[in-house]
């Protein structure tokens, strides 16, 4: 996954979470509204979706924490050589022209 995306959605995780109780009672009421289930079922089902909520946050973390940053900072570092070379035989070719 994207690393920005990643932070964007872990952003608006933290912000529905701020307030669990309200999170939870505004999902219960669309779950009630919606399908027509009884206030309990409709708080229960809502305390799932925050249960699952908290999982998503947990696995975007750790994706975070594990991704290898590493490895794409060398691949950029190898294409900066390999233009940097590039760059060089132009140079010199240059000045063999120039020189002519």
């Known amino acids: 996954m994207n690393q920005a ?3 964007l959605l872990r952003a608006a995780i933290a912000a529905a979470a701020s307030d669990r109780e309200k ?3 505004r999902v219960s009421g669309l779950i009630e509204d919606k399908v027509g289930t009884s206030p309990q079922t409709a708080q229960k089902v809502a305390g799932g979706i925050d249960q699952l909520v908290d999982m998503l946050d947990q696995q975007l973390f750790f994706q975070q924490l594990t991704s290898d940053h590493r ?3 060398g691949e950029l ?3 900066i ?3 940097t ?3 060089d035989k132009l140079n010199a070719n240059l000045e063999k022209l120039s020189d002519r």
Do not use: P
């Open 5 to 7: 995306l990643n932070v």
């Open 23 to 25: 999170f939870v009672d």
């Open 71 to 73: 490895t794409a900072d």
């Open 85 to 87: 070379a590039a760059i």
């Open 81 to 83: 050589d390999r233009l």
């Open 77 to 79: 570092e190898k294409k």
